[in-house]
Nanobody
Framework: QVQLVESGGGLVQPGGSLRLSCVVS????????MGWYRQAPGKERELVAD???????NYKLSVQDRFTISWDNAKNTVWLQMNSLKLEDTAVYHC???????????WGQGTQVTVSS
């Protein structure tokens, strides 16, 4: 079983920055890739960014010049550095992990990011 625990959300003004973290426990060595998704009120969950264990990252077009995803394999931790935040970035952000062992996708409980002036 894989467990994901996120932290780092909060309230920030437009143009500000936040750093989200996700700690993976349980069969972490069989996880690949890791990703961050978000869901705004009334909208479907969408991929923000994901990253393979080898370091190849993929971003949603609207965030690729502002957000950076990184993965420390030794610490079983994935980060999402979010800069130049916009109002439309407001959402609940979920960490996600795909297990190559169970062929299942696991989700964290989510962390709220609110961008407001």
């Amino acid at each position: 079983q894989v467990q994901l625990v996120e932290s780092g959300g909060g309230l920030v003004q437009p143009g500000g920055s936040l750093r989200l973290s996700c700690v993976v426990s349980g069969a972490a060595f069989r996880i690949n890739p890791m990703g961050w998704y978000r869901q705004a009120p009334g909208k479907e969950r969408e991929l923000v960014a994901d990253i393979t264990r080898g370091g190849t990252a993929n971003y949603k077009l609207s965030v690729q010049d502002r957000f950076t995803i990184s993965w420390d394999n030794a610490k079983n931790t994935v980060w999402l550095q979010m800069n130049s935040l916009k109002l439309e970035d407001t959402a609940v952000y979920h960490c996600s992990a795909y297990s190559t062992l169970t062929k299942e996708r696991y989700w964290g409980q989510g962390t709220q990011v609110t961008v407001s002036s």
